[in-house]
């Protein structure tokens, strides 16, 4: 069991740059998730798949926020014209039933 | 979604079993009570969850009151590194199908020497 992995871990951009990021989850897991966690707070929902279908998007910050997983496997998360609000540790999920297993996260500052 | 309260800090001595409560009073019959914690700047790890027996697995005890609307989660022997913040969750159950982790504020859990 390698666990959920993200890359970069660290990410520093310029306001108005697209950033994407990684997920590889658990190989077998079929469910994958997508949170945002701000400082002092708990992990935000964003997102999340069945396999390749994005079952849930509502809760995405903004249209300038976009997830993708294709054929099931790894996941994207892209920010689009970045802001210095999105600075902030991006974490990823995945499950097969039950409990989520979460990544390190990949911590986004926005300068 | 059941919505969870849990105190905002707590103490506990090195070596003292830590015992951390949540209230669920709206908990639907099918849904899970999970616990996560937090240490500083890693990802949430899974301690464990249960239905309405209490569970015990190698790092925390749950235990769950009998009309479920309140959960204990048990570090019997608690050590520095315990010291995170706990995540208290009931996911929607929707027709057997678990809903998605929605994580509030927790319990900052302060393990002192």
């Known amino acids: 069991d390698t666990g959920v992995s993200q890359n970069p871990r660290h990410k520093i951009t310029k306001r108005g740059q697209n950033v994407t990021f990684r997920c590889d989850p658990i190989s077998e897991h079929n469910r994958l998730y997508w949170y945002r966690q701000t400082l002092g707070q708990g992990p935000e929902f964003l997102t999340y798949?069945?396999?390749?279908?994005?079952?849930?998007k509502s809760r995405l910050l903004s249209d300038r926020f976009s997830a993708e997983r294709p054929k099931g496997s790894f996941s994207t998360l892209e920010i689009q014209r970045t802001e210095q609000g999105d600075s902030a540790m991006y974490l990823c999920?995945?499950?097969?039933?039950?409990?989520?297993?979460f990544g390190p996260g990949t911590r986004l500052t926005v300068t | 979604d059941a919505k969870t309260t849990q105190p905002t800090s707590m103490d506990c001595a090195e070596g003292r079993a830590a015992n951390l409560p949540c209230n669920h009073s709206t908990i639907s019959g099918n849904e899970y009570v999970y616990w996560y914690r937090q240490i500083h700047s890693q990802g949430p790890q899974y301690i464990i969850h249960?239905?309405?027996n209490n569970e015990t697995n190698e790092m925390a005890s749950l235990i769950i009151t009998e009309d479920r609307k309140s959960s204990t989660l048990i570090l019997p022997h608690a050590t520095l590194r315990d010291t995170a913040v706990y995540y208290c969750i009931v996911p929607p159950n929707y027709g057997g199908s678990q809903g998605n982790l929605i994580f509030g504020k927790g319990t900052k859990l302060s393990v002192k020497p």
């Open positions: 798949f069945q396999n390749e279908a994005q079952l849930e």
């Open positions: 249960g239905l309405k």
């Open positions: 999920a995945s499950s097969l039933a039950g409990r989520g297993n």
